[in-house]
């Protein structure tokens, strides 16, 4: 048992910044990974970043690399900083919760909890 809830989600021009945050309430040891995905209208879901509770490895999909920055606090919370936006990170972004440490993080179906959902829209 796991909640999730996003916020932080918005308009913003190209190449401006957001925060996106992610609220955890539940079972701790059911969130040993926290990540990120996104799914763009008529686009598959896709990973976008994930951070372990403990030790705080980090992951991230190329196509955010150097932009994107996954971070977490002690009460169970996870962010995603993003700068340097462009139109195509335009999505619904999602936070994600697994129960393992997981080593290749970038698989949907590893995680047992989702939240809502955010909108992120880039202007060109």
């Known amino acids: 048992q796991v909640q999730l809830v996003e916020s932080g989600g918005g308009l913003v021009q190209a190449g401006g910044s957001l925060r996106l945050a992610c609220a955890a309430s539940?079972?701790?040891?059911?969130?040993?990974?926290m990540g990120w995905f996104r799914q763009a209208p008529g686009k598959e879901r896709e990973f976008v970043a994930a951070?372990?509770?403990?030790?705080?490895?980090t992951y991230y999909a190329d196509s955010v690399k150097g932009r994107f920055t996954i971070s977490r606090d002690n009460a169970k919370n996870v962010y995603l900083q993003m700068n340097s936006l462009k139109p195509e990170d335009t999505a619904v972004y999602f936070c994600?919760?697994?129960?393992?440490?997981?080593?290749?993080?970038?698989?949907?179906?590893?995680?047992?909890?989702w939240g809502q959902g955010t909108q992120v829209t880039v202007s060109s």
């Open positions: 994600a919760a697994g129960p393992a440490y997981y080593s290749s993080p970038w698989d949907p179906l590893l995680y047992a909890y």
């Open positions: 951070i372990w509770r403990t030790g705080g490895n």
């Open positions: 539940g079972r701790t040891f059911d969130s040993n990974t």
